[in-house]
């Protein structure tokens, strides 16, 4: 495949070592169109394979010693840790040197590993923003900046970092923005990229989504908590509990935690050794529930993750369309399981309907997940005989 044939042998083999076939689509129809400078907006399914959709070919472009050319920004502190670990299993085949910074990390020991003059940078917006206008990060090099999850990147005090980012580059550059829902932020795009964008969507004909069975389960607000335990002792039932809001993460864990429930949870406002420790926890199988908002919505691979919990009905189709991509990456089967109370079952339809699935009701019984509604057969109570009067 012309794709495969474009890459240095060193990157092929790897490539067939990691039991890749064939690209996927996002892939290949953006592969040349990077590689030859030009300013893309790539839009896909989430596990669709984006982030080796940019990485190959802009590393590629990279010229060996020439100090800092490729930045690349994630909302993120755990995806931008994510995605340095993939982009120096290849550069490193090109012997490139990859750098990662990303906030909650000593930013003078930062400082000091810029010092090695790593060709591509990648962090969160925020710490790297901070870094150059320290003078730390050199911008006269730059040739690339990538925008991954950029709708994310251009909403709230991220879209000053970013924006504030490229404004400092003193040259002409190449702008790629990828995403799964990049189209809400269409006019914010256009007005960075200039007139020069062009957009890549292949959301609807992109096959590489595994089967994912969307499931629901009804529960009222005051029992979320008590079916979270219950379902952190079905056999073999591992997931990624999404909440609404972020004191729900903290009244859950502690109401878990003291019945002795093997949970973690994973927030915006702790350190990264803890965020860390909790991912680590949960993909060693140490922890059945990992508790969370958003924050852990976005571009996060985690190897063998099969299901997801919303423990309410989430409140955007954004939000819905971020969690569920959790699961079924890349050919992979996986399930979305939703509470949600009879208030809510129209709010779930509607984005279910605008996603394009369809959940089935399920019910928690016996310590099993099952599709039939259990028949609870009452139990008539023997009417004690009356002692007859002698």
């Known amino acids: 495949m012309k794709f495969i044939e474009n890459l240095p042998e060193s990157w092929q083999e790897k490539w067939e070592s990691l039991g890749f076939s064939s690209p996927s689509l996002i892939q290949e129809k953006t592969f040349e169109y990077l590689k030859e400078k030009e300013n893309v907006l790539g839009i896909s399914p989430t596990g669709s394979g984006k982030t080796l959709a940019y990485l190959l070919p802009l590393l590629l472009t990279i010229e060996k010693g020439a100090g800092n050319q490729l930045i690349i920004l994630l909302p993120t502190q755990e995806l931008a840790v994510q ?97 799964a829902t990049a189209n809400n932020q269409g006019a914010a ?57 972020l004191a729900e993460v903290g009244n859950a864990e502690e109401k878990l935690l003291y019945e002795g429930v093997a949970v973690a949870s994973l927030a915006s406002d702790q350190n990264k050794l803890l965020r860390k420790a909790a991912l680590d926890k949960f993909q060693s199988g140490e922890i059945k529930l990992l508790l969370t908002t958003d924050v852990l919505a976005r571009g996060l691979d985690l190897e063998n993750l099969s299901a997801i919990v919303n423990f309410e009905t989430p409140l955007s189709l954004e939000s819905f369309t971020h969690r569920t991509g959790r699961v079924g990456r890349m050919g992979k089967s996986g399930t979305v399981l939703t509470f949600v109370e009879n208030s809510q079952s129209n ?40 002692k007859s009067k002698r």
């Open 83 to 179: 995605v340095a670990e993939v982009a120096r299993e290849w550069a490193n085949l090109l012997e490139l040197k990859v750098g990662n910074f990303i906030g909650g990390v000593n930013i003078k020991r930062q400082a000091e590993n810029l010092k090695k003059r790593p060709e591509i940078i990648i962090g969160t917006a925020g710490r790297i923003y901070e870094l150059v206008k320290m003078k730390k990060i050199k911008l006269m090099n730059v040739e690339t900046i990538v925008l991954d999850e950029v709708d994310s990147l251009l909403t709230g005090e991220e879209a000053s970092f970013s924006s504030s980012l490229i404004h400092h580059v003193p040259k002409d550059f190449q702008l790629v923005f990828f995403s």
């Open 347 to 386: 709010s779930l339809k509607k984005l279910e309907k605008e996603l394009g699935v369809t959940s089935q009701e399920i019910f928690l019984w016996g310590g099993q997940l099952v599709t039939e509604k259990p028949k609870i057969v009452e139990v008539k109570k023997k009417k004690k005989k009356k």
């Open 189 to 245: 795009i256009q007005k960075l990229a200039g007139e020069k964008l062009l957009v890549i969507d292949v959301t609807n004909e992109d096959r590489s989504k595994g089967e994912v069975d969307y499931l629901r389960l009804q529960v009222s607000p005051r029992k979320r908590v008590d079916t979270l335990r219950s379902l952190a002792y079905v056999e073999n039932f591992q997931a990624i509990v999404f909440f609404n809001e």
